[in-house]
């Protein structure tokens, strides 16, 4: 019975991991382009979507799109430009990360243009009541600019005058990171009070490569409503191929919402004292996915002769820095701002985990020796547990002898053989679940390291010693290349072909750790046992690195302390060669 229960948690804990590798009137909405306008070509009016049956909205002609004017942004953290052709936000580039982990590879680029193969762009404008007949600024409308470049303390100013009696404004600003801050201005310069309704939108015109792991969300997310709402690129078509509208549409009093990529964000912050209507959408057009987030206010703003009304929002468009998104969440009060970051179910343990490997890198300097550290504190934490458990399977080598002479004996009678081992446990004082605990503690740890190494951008290109250069990635050593001796690629024909040098000394130390243990009276489960360190040393030939380590580092730490606690309970000394 009891090495059943240990075979049976070794092999949950072998489940787990490998399916974490693999699993009243409407309001007016911002518009929803449905094709680009062709340069020489008058655009059609749009009609509002909110008000069914009104007349159309007048909007702005289109430009011609062949030389745009654009405005530079110049940041600590960011470069690019927006588009004054429709005010969009639609060039940046990150200046702390590249694409690879060698300096020489381009940076990372999060925000493209329409015209480029991946169109991914910011966008604030304005939508009304059909029957006001305002004069709004298009998709394609021209502002002008009140400024040279966008950089910190240098907020610039985007015009647009309707010649109808209105005028609006887009004043932006940005700060040494990732926050930009969003005004929305209408001066109203007519005869008679209008109602507006700012609108702000994320647009990505394509549909990314994901990394596919289930422990990784990559899509539509954000916090409404004081609720995590969360959904992959295939949910949202799917829910919006079902609702023939938003995939996703809430009521909320502040909150944000955006797209994220394992590592970046683009979301948007709206005022967190003003209701608004958030919605994820997903469109077809032309056989291309599309994709938007976006916030209108739920009541219009009324805007009286002679008078001007302004909207304040937020935009955040950078890495996902978990201490940064911190300390927007405290400055901004923006709700669960750092969930952007995938901590999952075991947030309680995921991001205490990652504040305690930050605080020993910034004491170490290597997040590497980070993790060292953090596991002898780990293995420091649940000694006595671990010291009781090795103290019982020490007595369980020691009756190993009685209970296949009681197996031997009483083979035919299964119930009174239990019924006589269970005698001798209690007898000897021995609990035979014991052997489990160390390794069920240990499961819920692993798995919070595991999701920190893989979710957070601290850990991306981090490198350790020697051959590691990334710890968020696995060894790029291969013993079926006899570590680049031969010059081939094995992973071609399967990714099994791929085994590093780290999951070989985690094999190791693994089969070492396992020598320790009572064997299982039973040969078949002795058998299975065998194999353990081989079908654990493939399976983490592709995880992280990082992990990998922490892994190996925990076995070693295992035996040593296994190895002491045995030899100062004076019980005879296991022999490792014993199969």
Request: proline content about 9%; overall charge neutral.
């Amino acid at each position: 019975m009891d090495q059943k229960r240990l075979f049976l948690a070794i092999a949950l804990s072998v489940a787990i991991l490998l399916g974490f590798q693999f699993f009243g009137p409407k309001r007016p909405v911002p518009p929803v382009d449905t094709k680009e306008t062709p340069t020489g070509e008058t655009a059609k009016p749009a009609l509002n979507p909110a008000f069914p049956g009104t007349q159309p909205l007048a909007v702005a002609p289109p430009i011609d799109q062949r030389n745009v004017p654009r405005l530079q942004i110049l940041a600590p953290k960011v470069e690019g430009s927006i588009n004054l052709a429709g005010a969009r936000l639609d060039s940046l580039v990150l200046r702390d990360y590249h694409e690879e982990v060698s300096k020489e590879s381009p940076l990372v680029r999060l925000l493209e243009p329409r015209v480029d193969p991946q169109p991914y762009y910011v966008q604030f404008g304005w939508t009304a009541n059909g029957s006001d007949n305002v004069v709004l600024p298009g998709p394609d409308t021209l502002w002008t600019a009140q400024g040279t470049d966008l950089a910190p303390g240098k907020p610039v100013t985007l015009s647009w005058d309707n010649k109808a009696g209105q005028v609006f404004q887009v004043v932006v600003s940005v700060d040494d990171n990732y926050m930009f801050g969003i005004e929305q201005k209408v001066q109203n310069n007519g005869s008679s009070p209008i109602q507006v309704f700012p609108w702000s939108r994320i647009r990505r015109d394509y549909k990314p490569e994901t990394a596919g792991y289930y422990i990784l969300h990559e899509g539509l997310l954000g916090v409404l409503d004081g609720r995590l709402q969360e959904q992959t690129y295939d949910k949202a078509k799917s829910e919006a191929e079902k609702t023939k509208g938003p995939s996703l549409k809430m009521d909320t009093t502040g909150g944000w919402a955006g797209i994220t990529d394992k590592y970046w964000l683009t979301a948007l912050i709206p005022d967190q004292s003003l209701p608004v209507t958030a919605a994820f959408r997903h469109m077809t057009e032309n056989g291309s996915d599309r994709y938007q987030v976006d916030f209108v206010p739920t009541a219009p703003e009324t805007v009286a002769p002679g008078a001007e009304v302004s909207a304040t929002s937020h935009l955040f468009a950078g890495a996902k820095v978990v201490q940064l998104l911190d300390r927007y969440e405290s400055e901004y009060h923006i709700p669960n701002f750092d969930k952007a970051v995938d901590f999952g179910w075991f947030y309680f343990l995921t991001k205490p985990i990652f504040y305690a490997l930050d605080w020993l890198f910034h004491l170490t300097g290597n997040f590497g020796v980070a993790i060292l550290i953090f596991t002898v504190c780990v293995k420091a934490l649940f000694f006595p547990l671990a010291s009781k458990s090795y103290r019982s399977m020490s007595r369980m080598k020691l009756l190993a002898p009685k209970m296949q002479e009681i197996r031997e004996r009483l083979k035919d009678e299964p119930q009174k053989m239990q019924g006589e081992i269970m005698q001798l446990y209690k007898a000897e004082k021995v609990n035979p679940a014991s052997g489990c605990l160390p390794m069920v503690v240990q499961i819920p740890v692993f798995f919070s390291l595991y999701k920190v190494i893989f979710v957070t951008i601290e850990m991306r290109h981090a490198p350790f010693f020697g051959w590691i250069h990334d710890l968020s990635a696995i060894d790029p050593t291969n013993v079926f290349t006899l570590f680049g001796l031969i010059p081939w690629d094995p992973t071609q024909i399967s990714h099994l072909l791929h085994l590093g040098a780290w999951p070989l000394i985690m094999g190791v130390t693994m089969f070492f750790q396992q020598k320790l243990n009572p064997a299982p009276p039973d040969p078949v489960q002795a058998r299975i046992f065998q194999f353990m360190p081989i079908i654990f040393t493939f399976m983490l030939a592709r995880f992280p690195a990082g992990l990998v380590i922490y892994w190996s580092w925990n076995n070693t730490l295992t035996i040593l302390q296994q190895w002491t606690i045995m030899r100062r309970t004076r019980l005879p000394k296991p022999a490792l060669a014993r199969p």
